[in-house]
């Protein structure tokens, strides 16, 4: 009788006029589980670390909440940071965590792995202690590859590549020392601290200088094809394709940190590039621009064997789940055979790179619905034979041998073929999205309130 009262006189007093009431002293919060927010925080820096976008980490971490029933949760998610935050509701204050990402290591294997526990826990299968062992184990566990194919894969990507562009055996052996070695003096660098923009420089103009070595001997056909495959490895298609896809989801801060990211590593690359061959020049080295094909788009078993090559290593080299290994040399056979194909038909070279990445895009997020596995590991292998080497090292000789408009206008060329790339991806897996009814991590068509927004009106 008293509680019925009491609740008369509350409801009463807000049809009055007044406030509305406070709740009871006594009356129990949700209970917000500190071991449950460290999950949270865990899971998303493993992910980010390991390459994920930050899309993907939002979902992954508001999935985890869900699951672990944090109350009303908030999570932020930046290209250097992580934020969870709970309200317990009443007055209680909110339970907020965060970390810092200070290292990235791209590691496939790892994000396959992590989507599995996501998985898992949003169905119910694990409770929070055994969440967190599954997650000790992912953090302590070795990749699918010895540390020793890791450094080959470098070196059979520019083997491949050279290959791919025109190169015989000789061009092929030469890009893979040459990668190798670029490959461990930038280990070398990194274990003595220095910047990673550094390291890129040193690799870039390693490859460069056995190119210009390659021109010193008599043989000046070869150094495009040495130098395209030497910095093949080096080009950032990894971060391009994240940065392009956290613009295109509207995190306009973290695409923004991984654009900037990504012209960084392509300036150190370049700046490898350019010292080098100014020096040559100085040296009165003969290279000229007239010795330096543009890529030929070659429609041969040779080419196809070569490209399938070329997305088998970068996958290998990314540290992709076995299972990945066919479908990222597919990949790479396929975006070369229909890039071809639209370039013999006319299509300019950057509508062909953005098609045939659309089409890889589509087919890629398919299959990576289909294992409910993220979609990194199948694409990012897959457009590796399309990244221009070629055109940046066409680039650096022009711009090194009097013809400054010529290489802006190849630089320029360059940057355009790889956000196209990175685009064509994204607007691949877009498609796909568009017309699921649900994806991983509840990242179906309804799960994006940003793509809602009213714009200009």
């Known amino acids: 009788m008293g509680r019925a009262t009491e609740r008369l006189r509350r409801t009463w007093q807000v049809l009055m006029d007044t406030t509305p009431p406070e709740p009871p002293e006594d009356e129990p919060s949700e209970v917000v589980s500190a071991r449950a927010i460290d999950l949270v925080l865990r899971v998303g820096e493993l992910l ?32 250097t940071s992580l ?47 055994e969440a967190h062992e599954r997650l000790a184990q992912i953090k302590r566990g070795r990749g699918p590859y010895p540390p020793w194919l890791l450094v080959m894969s470098f070196g059979l990507i520019a083997a491949s590549a050279g290959v791919l562009v025109g190169g015989g055996p000789v061009v092929a052996v030469t890009a893979f020392v040459a990668t190798v070695i670029g490959d461990r003096t930038a280990a070398a660098l990194a274990r003595r601290g220095i910047a990673e923009f550094f390291q890129l420089l040193a690799a870039s103009s390693i490859g460069a200088l056995i190119a210009v070595l390659v021109v010193a001997m008599g043989s000046p056909g070869r150094v495009s094809t040495v130098v395209t495959g030497a910095i093949l490895a080096l080009l950032p298609g990894r971060p391009l394709v994240a940065s392009i896809q956290d613009g295109i989801t509207g995190d306009l801060v973290s695409a923004s940190a991984r654009l900037l990211e990504v012209f960084i590593m392509l300036a150190a690359i370049v700046a490898g ?45 990314l540290a992709v789940p076995r299972n990945v290994l066919f479908a990222a040399a597919i990949g790479g056979a396929l975006i070369w055979s229909i890039y071809v194909r639209l370039h013999h038909w006319g299509v300019a070279p950057v509508f062909s790179a953005a098609i045939s990445a659309v089409i890889i895009g589509i087919f890629a997020s398919m299959l990576a619905r289909r294992r409910r596995a993220p979609i990194l590991p199948y694409v990012v292998p897959a457009i590796s034979p399309l990244l221009p080497g070629t055109l940046l090292y066409r680039a650096m000789v022009e711009l090194n041998t009097g013809d400054p ?12 073929v790889a956000l196209a790339l990175g685009a064509g991806v994204n607007l691949g897996g877009e498609l796909v999205r568009a017309f699921q009814h649900v994806g991983l991590s509840a990242s179906g068509r309804w799960a994006r309130p940003a793509a809602r927004r009213t714009r200009g009106y």
Request: aromatic share 6%.
């Open 273 to 317: 590039l350019g010292v080098v061959v100014y020096f040559a020049v100085q040296l009165d080295i003969d290279i000229r621009v007239s010795d330096l094909p543009r890529p030929p788009a070659v429609f041969s078993p040779v080419a196809v064997l070569a490209a399938a090559g070329v997305g088998l290593a970068f996958a290998v080299s």
């Open 405 to 416: 408009q010529g290489g802006v206008l190849s630089l320029i060329g360059a940057l355009s």
């Open 48 to 79: 980010l670390a390991s390459g994920e976008s930050t899309e993907r980490v939002n979902e992954a971490m508001l999935g985890l909440a869900v699951a672990y029933e944090l109350p009303r949760t908030e999570v932020q998610v930046t290209f």
């Open 83 to 129: 934020l969870v935050s709970a309200h317990p509701g009443g007055s209680a204050l909110p339970v907020t965590g965060s970390r810092a990402i200070r290292r990235r290591t791209p590691a496939y294997w790892r994000l396959t792995e992590l989507h599995e526990l996501i998985h898992d826990a949003a169905i119910g299968k694990l409770d929070l202690e």
